[in-house]
């Protein structure tokens, strides 16, 4: 029996930005605007800057996932509002937003989440199948490279370790907003590269599975929801962590970003911490 899917109409607001949406961008420019203006506890201006632009980023991140796989065929992402930019239409709010703030947070390094679900059988191309998980990683490529063109442009200030601490190449005038941004870019360097690993549940396990014959897909999806704690293992019980860290560090060098800039981000952020 051959499954013919029922096409379902599009909500007029469906491509309409959600309140919650607007109200984590809004956060993110007004943090934006303390941090470089040092208005108020610049670390808690940093914290909020770069915590709110990572869930811009997750957002969008989805986002791209329900975009192509509307125009692939699945109309129903849109009846789930999945096109609405809105994280608590999310299948799982816990795993999608929850846990990959916590260890931003706590650990510096952009979890990616399973957050939208597109019905695959109204995917009737592998090649679609592909660009659908393909389009959430490459989200953050783009975002990566957005931010850090002010310091590619060689606007933004560099750190360097030295003797005692870091050396400073540039102005340090808004040194804890750069630092800031620098951070920012880091963490869409990390999503991009865990979400493109071909493990099972993750994007990059996403764009090869189409092209595995019927039972190998089985067996695939069948270990796709411990996908994230194969991910655990590897970056923190095993050398392939210490392999991770080297690889975005030296993409984050090409880039224009320097490791010590990075690292002076990332402690500001955690503003409890003395």
Known sequence: MTYEPVYTRTPRNAFIPSPVFVGIVAVF?????????????????????IVAGWLVSLCLHEYAHALIGYFSGDHTVAERGYLRLNPL?????????????????????????????????YIRSKVKDSLISFAGPFTNVILALLVAIPFLAGVGPTLVPSVGGYALSGSTEHLEFW????????????????NFLPIPGLDGGGIIAPWMSPAYQRAWNLFAPYGFILLFLLLWQTKVGQWFYDVVFWIAEKIGLSEALIQVGLELMRFWSS
């Open 29 to 49: 420019v007004v943090s934006g605007w303390m941090t470089w203006t040092g208005f108020g506890n610049v670390r808690v201006d940093v914290f909020l800057f």
């Open 89 to 121: 239409k999310y299948t799982s709010p816990l795993l999608s937003i929850v846990l990959p703030v916590v260890v931003v947070i706590l650990g510096g390094i952009g979890l990616p989440g399973g957050a939208v679900w597109v019905d695959h059988r």
């Open 179 to 194: 630092a800031a941004l620098a951070a920012l870019a880091f963490l869409q360097i990390t999503a991009s590269v865990l």
